[in-house]
């Protein structure tokens, strides 16, 4: 269903299945009460919904939009975010999704932020420059998951201020089944890890995806967050992938940085959030 939407919106699908199990597998996040499924008559699911903490997320099949279903679960997404004591809620939609921007914006949400997905070709083998000075680098391994938590988590703390639990920055990056360590290149000075880039391998792509890229502060403007992407590009180009996506979010101010290296915009998406007031009665969804 997902892959439905995303194939509808953009010509072709980006959320694996194991995306979906790390979203539905994180600590705290309760099934039976924190996510609905629609169903329809002959039992295949058309929409679904799920909330945790303050992000919630919404998708109607696309032969199923315009009956009303996408308010119905907005509406159920927010009486649960009210249930467990909520005061705000964000969900992020693609650019291209004018419907669902009409409605969030109908239901009193603001623009926040945008995120983009980058991509760069890779028809030729990417060089990979000389790491500088006192630093080593090498590809991820076994033992390596606690130095890169701290690492990413510091960096991701600067801005989006919400530190997530080793399981559930795990679960969405080093246990997911399609984690490549070939191509998540780590940096060290000495003993002490500095630098990151994890990343996935898609099934059924030709490219490479970069899930996280962190380099510690005081070694930042060295070159090693360009070093640990060429390396990753490199890793999956001899793979046999022809080209590497990742998203970014505005507020990190890391664009600049990427597009430095050949990465250019694929599309956008925007994060709405909205300030949940007082309790509603509650939606149930059947």
């Known amino acids: 269903m997902v892959a439905a939407c995303e194939s509808e919106l953009h010509g072709r699908a980006t959320t694996g299945a194991d995306r979906i199990v790390a979203d539905l597998s994180v600590p705290g996040l309760e099934l039976r ?34 009956r009303g279903l996408g308010g119905l679960l907005l509406a159920w997404t927010e009486a649960r975010a009210r249930q467990r004591g909520g005061d705000r809620l964000a969900q992020t939609v693609p ?51 606690v130095s890169a938590y701290q690492l990413t988590e510091d960096a991701f703390d600067e801005w989006q201020q919400r530190r997530k639990t080793y399981a559930e920055w795990a679960a969405h990056t080093v246990e997911r089944a399609t984690f490549a360590p070939v191509a998540s290149p780590v940096a060290f000075a000495g003993d002490r890890m500095v630098g990151a880039v994890l990343s996935l391998d898609v099934p059924g792509s030709d490219e490479g995806y970069v899930e996280r890229v962190a380099v510690r502060r005081d070694q930042r403007n060295r070159g090693i967050a360009r070093l640990l992407l060429r390396e990753s590009f490199r890793a999956f180009y001899r793979q046999g992938r022809r080209g590497c996506t990742l998203w970014t979010h505005s507020d990190t101010g890391a664009l600049s940085l990427y597009e430095r290296i050949g990465m250019t915009v694929r599309r956008s998406s925007t994060v709405y959030s909205k300030v949940l007031m007082a309790r509603s009665k509650a939606v149930t969804v059947r």
Request: charged share 20%.
């Open 95 to 145: 650019d291209s999704d004018h419907a669902a921007i009409a409605l969030l914006r109908s239901g009193g949400y603001s623009r926040l932020v945008t995120e983009w997905l980058l991509e760069i070709a890779t028809p030729v083998e990417p060089e990979v420059p000389e790491p500088p000075g006192g630093i080593t680098v090498r590809a991820f391994r076994a033992g390596d998951e």
């Open 33 to 66: 009460s924190d996510t609905v499924l629609v169903h329809g008559s002959g039992g295949e699911p058309v929409g679904w919904g799920w909330v945790k903490g303050r992000r919630a997320t919404v998708h109607v099949h696309p032969r199923h939009t315009g």
